[in-house]
């Protein structure tokens, strides 16, 4: 009988690499918002791949920059902390960007790490081939990677031949998720994470990344319906008139995108309410981060 292989993931990488779109494309349902703005991504979102043979269980991170508020402490700390405990450790890179100042500092953070470091180029369908091998032998000079492996996320290319280079190196061990889970964190969060993807990409340059998604209310109806409420917060009034919108309208096309991958999420149909609230500078109060879900104990 084949031994059964499972394991812990770090994916790490500079901010929009595209971190989610690997994830979701691995795990086939998404989990991990995206958008081309960079710091999409807050917490840890662990990713669950089972098939016969292996379960290898991706922790997202926050792209590693540097950080501006509290906010971004948090993000960093978060990735940084991801580190630890796993087993091997991917570092994504955009292969349209090359090597950037923010690649080092990823660098040196990994000098420390004794699990096997893989280098994934991704957005390699954005590149010539022939630029691929000049960006390869820049990043062997300054690492001693495991394996370095091209892929296109959005298209797929490559990217089970990555998954099976990943297992080579998993080592033996249990089943840590029933087969059909795909993720570690409950509905409340994803559905939020939903929401604030349509606000970002509805919403473009307009909102930056200075809005969170509270729920406040999930509960099944009469009709057997789901009632799902939630607050959208902002910080400062002008930002809050742009999420509305004019009589309503993008407050309303927010709520209609984001309610049908919800529905898709939990597989029933829903009613979605949505508010907007402002709260000043809320990145930069600790009150406020534990308040909408952004816990340093737990990392």
Same mark, same amino acid.
């Given at each position: 009988?084949? *031994?059964?292989?499972?394991?812990?993931?770090?994916?790490?990488?500079?901010?929009?690499?595209?971190?989610?779109?690997?994830?979701?494309?691995?795990?086939?349902?998404? $989990? /991990?918002?995206?958008?081309?703005?960079?710091?999409?991504?807050?917490? @840890?979102?662990? +990713?669950?791949?089972?098939?016969? !043979?292996?379960?290898?269980?991706?922790?997202?991170?926050?792209?590693?920059?540097?950080?501006?508020?509290?906010? +971004?402490?948090?993000?960093?700390?978060?990735?940084?902390?991801?580190?630890?405990?796993?087993? /091997?450790?991917?570092?994504?890179?955009?292969?349209? *960007?090359?090597? +950037?100042?923010?690649?080092?500092?990823?660098? *040196?953070?990994?000098?420390?790490?004794?699990?096997?470091?893989?280098?994934? $180029?991704?957005?390699?369908?954005?590149?010539?081939?022939?630029?691929?091998?000049?960006?390869?032998?820049?990043?062997?000079?300054?690492?001693?990677?495991?394996?370095?492996?091209?892929?296109?996320?959005?298209? +797929?290319?490559?990217?089970?031949?990555?998954?099976?280079?990943?297992?080579?190196?998993?080592?033996?061990?249990?089943?840590?998720?029933?087969?059909?889970?795909?993720?570690?964190?409950?509905?409340?969060?994803?559905?939020? !994470?939903?929401?604030?993807?349509?606000?970002?990409?509805?919403?473009?340059?307009? #909102?930056?990344?200075?809005? /969170?998604?509270?729920?406040?209310? #999930?509960?099944?109806?009469?009709?057997?319906?789901?009632?799902?409420?939630?607050?959208?917060?902002?910080?400062? @009034?002008?930002? @809050?008139?742009?999420?509305?919108?004019?009589?309503?309208?993008?407050?309303?096309?927010?709520?209609?995108? /984001?309610?049908?991958?919800?529905?898709?999420?939990?597989?029933?149909?829903?009613?979605? !309410?949505?508010?907007?609230?402002?709260?000043?500078?809320?990145?930069?109060?600790?009150?406020?981060?534990?308040?909408?879900?952004?816990?340093?104990?737990?990392?």
């Amino acid at each position: 009988m084949t *031994e059964y292989k499972s394991g812990f993931i770090a994916i790490v990488g500079r901010p929009n690499v595209g971190k989610s779109t690997f994830m979701n494309r691995v795990i086939g349902q998404k $989990i /991990a918002i995206m958008s081309d703005k960079a710091q999409t991504t807050r917490n @840890k979102i662990q +990713g669950v791949y089972t098939d016969n !043979e292996k379960q290898i269980i991706f922790i997202d991170t926050p792209g590693i920059h540097k950080p501006k508020h509290k906010l +971004g402490d948090f993000m960093v700390k978060v990735a940084e902390n991801a580190l630890n405990g796993v087993d /091997a450790v991917m570092f994504m890179i955009n292969a349209e *960007e090359g090597y +950037g100042k923010g690649d080092q500092y990823i660098i *040196e953070l990994l000098q420390s790490i004794q699990k096997p470091v893989f280098l994934v $180029i991704n957005k390699i369908d954005l590149i010539h081939p022939d630029d691929l091998l000049p960006l390869i032998e820049e990043y062997k000079s300054k690492y001693s990677f495991k394996e370095i492996v091209p892929i296109s996320a959005l298209e +797929g290319n490559n990217v089970d031949h990555f998954m099976n280079v990943l297992a080579e190196y998993l080592p033996e061990g249990p089943q840590y998720y029933p087969e059909d889970q795909i993720t570690d964190h409950p509905e409340r969060f994803i559905i939020s !994470e939903l929401i604030r993807e349509k606000v970002l990409h509805l919403t473009r340059e307009e #909102i930056p990344h200075s809005v /969170a998604v509270v729920i406040e209310q #999930i509960r099944k109806k009469e009709d057997e319906k789901v009632l799902v409420q939630a607050s959208i917060v902002v910080e400062r @009034k002008s930002q @809050k008139g742009i999420i509305i919108g004019k009589q309503g309208k993008m407050l309303k096309e927010i709520g209609t995108r /984001a309610r049908k991958d919800i529905e898709l999420l939990l597989g029933s149909k829903i009613y979605l !309410e949505l508010w907007v609230k402002v709260q000043e500078n809320w990145r930069n109060k600790s009150f406020h981060l534990q308040e909408y879900g952004f816990k340093e104990d737990e990392y």
